[in-house]
């Protein structure tokens, strides 16, 4: 099925002219993370692309961005999240939406896996990141959820 789906994708982007955006929308909303992590690795070894790179030439704006979270998210959710935590913590000002919204929603989930990502990735722990861009009750709760600083 993986294989299936792999060539049905390129079928339906770099190998034609156009793009068969129903394709995508089918395997990227129908299958499994896991389906479409395998999906990537075997896109990659067999058509020497990465299913990353296809979906930016096959597809734009919010339909690109989609498709691009619905895989990063697949490949590696601890990277994903370290990165959009990053985000709305990086420069003026912070997206406390996002940032409450992933660390609740991710806190018995993967959260310890996150913290290890956004550690290798930013070179400091997310919980000195949330103390440094949180004040008050609302940082006292992020830490907590967030457990020890390691």
Known sequence: MVEKDAKALYKAG???????????????????RAHLAAVSTTYHSVYGNSLQKAV?????????????TILQSAENSGKY?????????KGLGTD???LT?????????DLQYIKQ?????????????????TSGHYKAFLLALLGPNH
């Open 101 to 109: 919204r992933i660390i609740v929603t991710r806190a018995e989930i």
């Open 81 to 89: 999240f370290a990165k959009v935590l990053h985000k709305a913590m």
């Open 14 to 32: 770099e190998k034609k002219l156009g793009t068969d955006e129903n394709t995508f929308i089918r395997i990227f909303s129908e299958k499994s």
């Open 96 to 98: 406390d939406t996002t």
């Open 117 to 133: 990502e956004y550690r290798k990735k930013y070179g400091k722990t997310l919980n000195d990141a949330v103390h440094s861009e």
């Open 56 to 68: 930016k030439s096959e597809t734009s704006g919010h339909f690109e961005f989609a498709l691009l």
